[in-house]
């Protein structure tokens, strides 16, 4: 006798066949879950700041997505790409991750790479090829003038462009080693000047929308807050 392949019956019960698949998927979720939990970490064992940094990012960018009616399939990209864009920093030196002055010429042009180093350690795992991309194309322009591929405005995919302003618009607030974190408000003045040229005008628009007003919020489910940011 052939063999019978079980499905859900007509109570909607899960059958043995049925349930093996549920379980199959819940292990990938699961070990998709801790492949990100786990790079999370090591961005906060390289840089505790860029950890915390990444979690906001995070929080704003699946609000961004949701608003701008991002598919599934997008928003678990997304999700990925704003918790992990700054894997490639791993391959940065301390010493210019670190430095408490602007970068030179020959540092800027290193650090310009961790896209591409994020993107080739992402791509070789099953299931985050297109985060991968998306990191990958994080720091293009709107207009072309960005890297590593100099693309712009659609070609540049779209969760790109949600990273793209969150993460600028993060940096701005928060504190680095040379300089303070800006107003809230010049944040967005800037975002708002730089839209069309550097950043996406829809994506800023936006995330200009609710962010002033969930600041506090998104800083506190990222395990720090607004002033210890500045």
Known sequence: MGATVLTMDATSQWTPDSLRVKQIEEQITALRSSVICAFNQLLDLKDLNTGVHSTRLAEWGMRVGQELGLEEAELQNLEVAALLH??????????????????????????????????????????????????LHH???????????????????????????????????????????????????????????????????????????????VFAAAGTSVTSAL
């Open 139 to 217: 720091h293009e322009n709107f207009d072309g003038t960005g890297y590593p591929a100099g693309l712009k405005e659609s070609e540049i995919p779209v969760v790109s462009r949600i990273v793209s302003v969150i993460d600028a618009f993060d940096a701005m607030v928060s504190f680095r080693p040379y300089r303070v974190g800006l107003p809230h408000e010049e944040a967005g003045r800037r975002l708002i000047a730089a839209s069309g040229t550097q950043f996406d005008p829809a994506v800023v628009q936006c995330f200009l929308s609710f962010a002033q007003a969930e600041m506090a919020t």
């Open 86 to 135: 700054d894997i490639g920093k791993v391959g940065i030196p301390d010493s210019i991750l670190k430095k408490p002055r602007r970068l030179d010429e020959t540092e800027y042009a290193l650090m310009k790479k961790h896209p591409e180093f994020g993107w080739a350690v992402l791509r070789m795992l099953p299931g985050f090829e297109h985060a991968a991309l998306d990191i």
